[in-house]
């Protein structure tokens, strides 16, 4: 057998053991495991709307809460294909992310392989793989899961504009952060991540090429089109919504400038494995160190890369102090790519590649506890609810009766799609009988999963 054959298996081996890993820890048990909370049952309504009633939307989800201003409607239309072939059953949501996994692992292995290498692509994605809080995150059916996707697609762009600098390459960069900002609003750190790229690339060409910026802004702009006719229809109250959600404090009673700390020790708790205030920030300073090495190490592309994401690391807590509030642990999803990159590289660059190794093994050793419990049945997720209902319907009969629900607060999300699509909110005739939703289940209910059904008649 040649080298060159022997080397080519070798790849594909190593390449089918990565994805082994990633989609294991994805796709198993998917359909027992996956949600359908507020997100889901907002944007199924919405679909439901486009697919039955031929009603187009202008909007996608708002940003944080009912205060917060309203992103575009990609993510609805990416989805109602796949609510399409399930006959708008919540289960469409199974092959969305089945589908999104795939092209995520396709897309990083050729874009990582193609500006870094091959080692560099599968040290990242095996990285990816075992990240339980990126597991947990990759199942969600939300805006969100499309963000490191963004993220890797903006590398892409950027490496294709220092290679070739062709128009065509700038027009698509702004589609990519135009498309992608319209995911979740932390896509910004990407959209000046690029601009600081651009502008340090433009010096070292010592040239500012101005009808590339402006074919660049112009295809950025138009991904917002949707927004600005709804803004014109609306008196800009989306406008408006987003200039005080970044530049006015509405609860200055609450607001604390450290709050993002805890968070983003919960969110590299997958990389550390301890949950210390103290060792994130040191984390986060050795970070910023390897990424200054780097810097004094690379050349080209790469130079530019790294003081690029040298900025970036270091707008972002200035960012966060400033916002004054506490986020979410996926506000920080855009920096994880950035992560993983900067410790592959750092460890290659120093040839250490055995101690990566070795850290690699330990992390997966200690993160088991966690990945076998991500893998578990979801009692309180979509399968779970989709019985609760399928069973009322089969249990009523021909029966008139009003359902109702006792779920707390956060647990009645899902229930009033599924009992729409049921048509169990469509029965004529007099109601005789109540049937009752219920967490917990209370004694003499019918449990399925954690919830229990309470049916009247049954207590007479």
Do not use: C
Not at 140 to 152: C, F, Q, R
Not at 168 to 178: A, I, K, P, S
Not at 269 to 292: A, M
């Amino acid at each position: 057998m040649k080298k060159s054959q022997r080397q080519l298996i070798i790849q594909f081996s190593l390449l089918f053991l990565v994805f082994f890993f990633f989609a294991i820890f994805r796709f198993y048990n998917l359909d027992k495991r996956i949600i359908f909370d507020w997100d889901q049952e907002r944007d199924a309504n919405i679909i439901k709307q486009l697919l039955v009633d031929h009603k187009l939307t202008l909007i996608g989800p708002r940003v944080v809460s009912e205060s917060g201003f309203f992103l575009g409607p990609y993510f609805t239309y990416l989805l109602a294909p796949f609510y399409l072939l399930t006959n708008l059953h919540p289960q469409g949501l199974i092959y969305f992310i089945i589908f999104y996994n795939i092209i995520f692992f396709a897309f990083s292995y050729l874009i990582l392989k193609k500006i870094y290498g091959l080692n560099q692509s599968l040290g990242f994605l095996f990285l990816w793989a075992i990240n339980f809080l990126l597991v947990e995150y990759d199942v969600i059916p939300w805006n969100s899961i499309l963000i490191p996707l963004g993220v890797v697609m903006t590398w892409l762009f950027l490496y294709r504009i220092f290679k070739n600098n062709a128009t065509e390459d700038w027009f698509l960069l702004g589609l990519v952060l135009g498309f992608f900002g319209n995911m979740h609003f932390q896509f910004i750190f990407m959209i000046l991540f690029s601009a600081f790229f651009l502008v340090l690339y433009q010096i070292k060409k010592k040239a500012f090429d101005l009808k590339k910026i402006f074919v660049a802004k112009l295809s950025f702009l138009a991904m917002f089109i949707p927004l600005l006719i709804f803004d014109l229809r609306h008196n800009f109250i989306n406008g408006k919504q987003f200039i005080n959600f970044f530049f006015t404090n509405l609860n200055k009673n609450v607001f604390d400038p450290f709050a993002w700390i805890p968070v983003l020790t919960n969110f590299f708790y997958p990389l550390l494995l301890i949950k210390n205030t103290l060792l994130t920030v040191v984390f986060y300073l050795l970070l910023i160190t390897t990424n200054v090495v780097l810097i004094k190490r690379s050349k080209n592309f790469f130079k530019i890369f790294y003081l690029s994401s040298l900025i970036l690391l270091v707008i972002t807590p200035i960012f966060f102090i400033l916002y004054g509030k506490r986020p979410s642990e996926y506000y920080f999803l855009y920096l994880y790519p950035f992560i993983f990159i900067l410790l592959i590289q750092f460890f290659l660059k120093f040839k250490a590649v055995r101690i990566l190794y070795l850290l690699v093994l330990l992390n997966l050793i200690f993160s088991y506890g966690h990945l076998k419990r991500i893998l578990k049945v979801n009692l309180l997720g979509l399968l779970y609810k989709d019985k609760i209902v399928t069973t009322i319907k089969k249990d009523l009969g021909n029966r008139s009766s009003d359902i109702s629900r006792d779920l707390g607060i956060g647990r009645d999300t899902g229930f009033g799609y599924l009992i729409d699509y049921y048509k169990l909110n469509k029965r004529k005739g007099k109601v005789t009988d109540q049937v009752q939703i219920r967490f917990p289940p209370q004694k003499h209910d019918l449990i399925i999963g954690e919830y229990g059904i309470n049916y009247s008649w049954q207590n007479k």
